[in-house]
C-alpha cells in the first residue's frame, strides 16, 4: 500500500495544494458546505480537490458555544473571511480560521517575513550579559518574536539603553535576517537603516554596480572594513575607498556597527563577493559615467596600477579614468605560485 498526498486542481492540471494557497493566506470568500454543531465548520475555499476546516475554536474571537446548520452567521451556504493556518497533508484539509484577531495579525509564521521590510513590534525583553544589555527581543504577532542584537539598538550607544528600551515599548524595526532553520530573525533599530529608501542589498544576483545602500560595520581590518547589509551579504570597503583623503589606521576614523552609506564598485555573485566605497559618487565625472555604461563584461582593457594591498591590487584604467580591483588569483593564468610572484613585481 501507497501514500499519495492530496493534489490541488486549476486550469486542469494538478498542483500542490500549498503552492496554490500557502500558509497564513486569506481567503476572501469562505463558502460553509457543512456544519458539524459541536465539533467545526468545513469551507470551500475555492481550490478544487482541497477543502478546509474552521474548528469551533477558530470561528471568532469570542467563544461559540454551537453551531447550526440552518440558522445564525455560520449557517450553510454563508461565505466569511478567513486565513490559513496550517494544512494537514495526510487527510488533505487546510486548517482555516474566521478569527479577526488572526485575519488582522500581520505575520502568523517567520515565513511571512520578507528581510529587509520594515515592521512594527513591541519590546518583549531586555537580554542581560556581564556588560549590561546584550540585545533585545521585539515581540511583532503572536508566536513571533526576533532578536535585535546590540549592535542594531541604536545609531549611536547608549549608556543606559535601559531607560530607553522598556518593556512594552512601541518599535519600528526593519528585518536584518532570518533563519528558517532555526526559527530565528533579526532585527535592527537603526534609523539609519529603517528610514532608508534606498535599495535593500540582500542578494548578490540583484546587486549592480553603482548601486547605493547603508549598510554596518562589523569589523574593521587594517586594510579596510567588512560591511553588513540585508541577510548574508557582505561587502569589503577597502581603506582607498573610506574616504577622499588619505587614511592610515581605518580604527582612528571608523568604529564596530557605524552606518556608512557605501556605493557598489564591483560585485562577483558567483563568488559572493562584493567591494564597495564611501567616496562621494557625485565626483564620478559625466564622462566617466559614461566609459562604465559602455564597459562590458569581457572587455581588454589596459590598466595602471595605483594600490597594492594583501589580497588585490587598485588599478585605474586607461583612457577612462575608471578604478577597478584586481586580485591576485586573476593576475596570471598559471598557479597560486605564478599568481604570487606576478603580485610581488
Known sequence: MSLSTQQAQKNAQKHDPLQLLPLSSIIEEATVKKVQPGIGLFVDIGI?????????????????????????????????????????????????????????????????????????????????????????LVKLADGITGLVPEMHMADVKFLHPEKKFKEGLSVTARVLSTDLNKRQFRLTLKKALVNSESPVFKSYEDIE????????IISILSNGAVVQFYGSIRGFLPVSEMSESYIQDPSQHFRIGQVVNVHVLNVDPAAARLTVSCKDPSAFGLSQQSALKKLRVGEIVSATVTEKSNDDISVELEHSGLRAILRVGHLTDGSEAKNLSAFKK
Open 209 to 216: 554596480p553603482g548601486s547605493q545602500s547603508p549598510g554596518t
Open 48 to 136: 478544487k480537490g482541497v477543502q478546509g476546516f474552521v474548528h469551533i475554536s477558530r470561528v471568532a474571537d469570542a467563544k461559540v458555544e454551537t453551531l447550526s446548520e440552518s440558522v445564525g452567521p455560520y449557517k450553510v451556504d454563508s461565505t466569511h473571511r478567513g486565513r490559513v493556518v496550517g494544512y494537514n497533508s495526510l487527510d488533505g484539509i487546510y486548517l482555516v480560521s474566521l478569527e479577526q484577531r488572526i485575519l488582522e495579525q500581520p505575520f502568523l509564521q517567520i515565513e511571512d517575513l520578507t528581510i529587509g521590510e520594515v515592521v512594527k513590534g513591541k519590546v518583549d525583553k531586555l537580554l542581560i550579559n556581564e556588560a549590561g544589555i546584550g540585545g533585545l
